[in-house]
């Protein structure tokens, strides 16, 4: 298998990552080093904004409020010289050392980040959860996730066969607070943090009352570093205002910190983790002073100049996610740039021109700009677009980095309309698409991709742009080389899919151009993008041309592509064939996943059946792995008894019973979106310090 084909099977894979097993890397016996610039108040001027006050229930923090001690520990990790950094993956082999599931995205990927397949891994779950049109250009809840439009499905199960309050209350939340207390394996411990961060803000007592952050928090001390940067994270998917204060206090390494860890030096890595769980938590909560106190946090200790990349790159994507869930009507202008979102564009902007500054962080501000750019005036968005394109226009002093990260960004702030700022940018991204690194090259694609699916608001022809790209686009495709055309295929499927959701479908003869490049093309590179773009635009017409072509290939990896290509298009024509790759999937856990991606974005509502007949005749891991992470993909209730016997069951191995942790967390999932997509989608992945994403699955985006 060719290094293409063999990265196109990362979303796949992604899958199969136990969450919590990237984080088992780094901090050793967890003495770190910490940078020794904790202590005291943690470094903050006191003339800064005061911490926030917390009006009313549920973004209450009780004044007696501490987290409780964990059950027992499982043996700390200890490495020796030349151990491994990270423990192995559960489930990825057998007792007799064969493989038994495909590994994650980190794991699969080496340093070939041009690969379109990487961009689809970390950017796909909207696309999913939207099954009927792009995400983009539809209302954002206070969260940030994605408020469904009328009609449109994803691929879990609809709200009336989704578990129930009580069934969450009443049976998964204790079944998993039991086997928590129940001395369980180290890999077992981060399944189920993270499952019940996931669930998270039922409303039943034993939530409410903050249990569940104390019992997390708990964890915060333990004497793994893997578990304890893995608790940092949990509680910012939970999402409780209540872990603010000392979330802060370990990313800012402060006495608080320090003793909420027990170690004298909070690790570095754990800082990084606690800024993206204190970004996390801000963006979920409703007051706006819980936003502003995580963002007053979170730059003083970008201020200090850190000398690890890691806590400067978490704190400015951790930045983006609790500003970007602001109200915009709720901002003062008058407060400090911690409290306002046109000054804190000013600070970034600021943060981006300093040289002195280290690139691989400057590189994050172009995408937290623009993740601001709807929260503040036509002026300063103005002034974010010119700074980026002026950056664009300073080649030989950039690193390529942070040319990707302008692209990227571009891409999300400009529209189609004929305004001469929004012109500038689109000659900007096609001068771009045909010159410099091919990852830029690639960013600059998808840039224009999601401009020409945005209708302007602006000067002239509100659709001047689409035109423009649309032409670009095709006029480039026939004669791209493999790897381009690969790109434009995705393009053109984002494209389509943006333009769908606005009832401006991509006409008949572009439909038709893009099913004749996939009955002609043979690279299983371009196949499995114009798979995937074909069900972007949900072209019904292409199930049988997309059947046919599945049909040309063995591997898994492309007839899983073509499977959840079958899904996007939302044609039930698809279902048949769809069932019987379910059906011969019961070795291959990739193939097996995506087929039931594909059936739940059809509406199979035999889907479930059928997975629990496959988990009760399972007779290998690698099977029981697969569908039960198809099975907490599903969230259908008739899967809850099932995985609870399998998390209870005392022969079952630690394997199994964290696996049927993690899948009861997705299954209960207070979210439509996996959490990791809030950080994933749209970010410059190349731009990677180990704790976001690395070779060894390490990084906070390698999580699912």
């Known amino acids: 298998?060719?290094?293409?084909?063999?990265?196109?099977?990362?979303?796949?894979?992604?899958?199969?990552?136990?969450?919590?097993?990237?984080?088992?890397?780094?901090?050793?016996?967890?003495?770190?080093?910490?940078?020794?610039?904790?202590?005291?108040?943690?470094?903050?001027?006191?003339?800064?904004?005061?911490?926030?006050?917390?009006?009313?229930?549920?973004?209450?923090?009780?004044?007696?409020?501490?987290?409780k001690p964990g059950p027992p520990a499982a043996a700390p990790i200890t490495r020796g010289p030349g151990e491994p950094r990270v423990r192995p993956l559960p489930g990825t082999t057998t007792a007799d050392g064969g493989p038994a599931v495909p590994p994650s995205i980190a794991d699969t990927f080496g340093a070939d980040f041009t690969d379109w397949s990487i961009w689809w891994g970390f950017n796909r779950e909207p696309y999913l959860l939207l099954s009927r049109g792009g995400y983009r250009n539809l209302p954002l809840t206070h969260d940030?996730?994605?408020?469904?439009?009328?009609?449109?499905?994803?691929?879990?199960?609809?709200?009336?066969?989704?578990?129930?309050?009580?069934?969450?209350?009443?049976?998964?939340?204790?079944?998993?607070?039991?086997?928590?207390?129940?001395?369980?394996?180290?890999?077992?411990?981060d399944a189920i943090l993270q499952a019940l961060g996931r669930i998270g803000e039922e409303p039943a007592d034993r939530l409410a009352s903050g249990e569940l952050t104390r019992t997390i928090a708990g964890f915060l001390a333990h004497p793994s570093a893997g578990i304890a940067e893995n608790a940092c994270v949990a509680l910012g998917i939970l999402g409780q205002p209540g872990a603010v204060r000392t979330l802060a206090a370990v990313a800012g390494n402060t006495e608080a910190g320090?003793?909420?860890?027990?170690?004298?030096?909070?690790?570095?890595?754990?800082?990084?983790?606690?800024?993206?769980?204190?970004g996390l938590t801000a963006q979920r909560s409703r007051n706006v002073d819980v936003r502003r106190y995580a963002i007053n946090e979170l730059w003083s200790v970008l201020g200090r100049r850190q000398k690890v990349q890691d806590i400067q790159v978490a704190c400015v994507l951790a930045i983006g996610l609790a500003a970007s869930a602001g109200d915009p009507a709720a901002l003062d202008d008058s407060l400090p740039f911690q409290g306002s979102a046109p000054v804190l564009v000013d600070s970034l902007l600021a943060f981006l021109e300093e040289d002195d500054n280290d690139f691989l962080v400057r590189a994050h501000v172009p995408t937290t700009l623009a993740r601001l750019a709807n929260q503040v005036s036509e002026e300063a968005?103005?002034?974010?677009?010119?700074a980026l394109l002026a950056r664009l226009a300073r080649r030989t002093r950039d690193r390529n980095e942070i040319r990707q990260s302008c692209l990227l960004?571009?891409?999300?702030?400009?529209?189609?309309d004929e305004d001469p700022r929004d012109v500038r940018v689109r000659k900007a991204l096609m001068a771009a698409a045909e010159e410099g690194d091919q990852l830029a090259r690639a960013y600059a694609l998808i840039g224009l991709a999601q401009i020409a699916g945005r209708r302007g608001t602006g000067f002239g022809d509100r659709e001047a742009g689409t035109a423009e790209i649309r032409r670009f686009f095709f006029t480039s495709l026939p004669q791209a080389n493999v790897h381009t055309k690969a790109w434009l295929a995705m393009?053109?499927?984002?494209?389509?899919?943006?333009?769908?959701?606005?009832?401006?479908?991509?006409?008949?003869?572009?439909?038709?151009?893009?099913?004749?490049?996939?009955?002609?093309?043979?690279?299983?590179?371009?196949?499995?993008?114009?798979?995937?773009?074909?069900?972007?635009?949900?072209?019904?017409?292409?199930?049988?041309?997309?059947?046919?072509?599945?049909?040309?290939?063995?591997?898994?990896?492309?007839?899983?592509?073509?499977?959840l290509a079958l899904g996007l298009t939302g044609s039930r024509d698809g279902i048949e064939p769809v069932r019987s790759l379910l059906l011969e999937a019961?070795?291959?856990?990739?193939?097996?996943?995506?087929?039931?991606?594909?059936?739940?974005?059809?509406?199979?509502?035999?889907?479930?059946?059928?997975?629990?007949?496959?988990?009760?005749?399972?007779?290998?891991?690698?099977?029981?792995?697969?569908?039960?992470v198809a099975l907490g993909n599903a969230g259908d209730t008739r899967a809850v008894e099932p995985l609870l016997a399998l998390l209870e069951e005392g022969s079952a191995t630690a394997t199994q019973r964290a696996w049927a942790a993690y899948s009861l967390g997705r299954l209960a999932d207070k979210e439509e979106m996996p959490w990791t997509a809030k950080i994933s989608t749209d970010i410059n992945y190349s731009a990677n310090p180990p704790s976001l994403t690395n070779p060894d699955g390490a990084g906070i985006i390698d999580f699912r």
């Open 1 to 67: 298998m060719s290094i293409g084909t063999r990265l196109s099977a990362l979303a796949v894979a992604s899958a199969f990552a136990l969450p919590g097993a990237a984080l088992q890397a780094g901090g050793g016996t967890g003495t770190g080093t910490g940078g020794g610039d904790g202590g005291g108040d943690g470094g903050i001027d006191p003339h800064t904004t005061p911490p926030p006050v917390y009006p009313g229930p549920g973004d209450t923090v009780p004044p007696d409020w501490r987290p």
């Open 144 to 189: 940030g996730s994605v408020r469904r439009a009328g009609g449109r499905t994803g691929p879990r199960a609809p709200a009336e066969l989704r578990p129930s309050p009580e069934t969450i209350r009443g049976a998964i939340v204790p079944a998993l607070l039991a086997a928590l207390a129940a001395n369980p394996s180290n890999f077992e411990v």
């Open 258 to 278: 320090r003793t909420a860890c027990g170690r004298s030096e909070v690790p570095d890595r754990m800082r990084a983790f606690a800024a993206y769980g204190l």
């Open 381 to 386: 968005q103005a002034r974010i677009v010119d």
């Open 409 to 416: 960004a571009l891409g999300l702030v400009a529209d189609a």
């Open 491 to 563: 393009a053109l499927g984002v494209m389509g899919n943006a333009l769908a959701a606005e009832n401006r479908p991509l006409t008949p003869a572009d439909r038709s151009a893009l099913r004749l490049h996939l009955g002609a093309s043979t690279s299983p590179d371009v196949v499995s993008s114009l798979f995937l773009a074909a069900g972007l635009v949900r072209d019904a017409e292409a199930v049988p041309v997309i059947l046919d072509r599945i049909a040309d290939f063995q591997d898994d990896v492309v007839r899983a592509r073509g499977a």
């Open 586 to 628: 019961r070795y291959r856990p990739l193939l097996l996943v995506e087929t039931s991606l594909a059936l739940g974005l059809m509406g199979d509502l035999q889907l479930v059946p059928t997975l629990l007949g496959m988990l009760a005749k399972a007779d290998s891991l690698s099977t029981r792995i697969a569908v039960m």
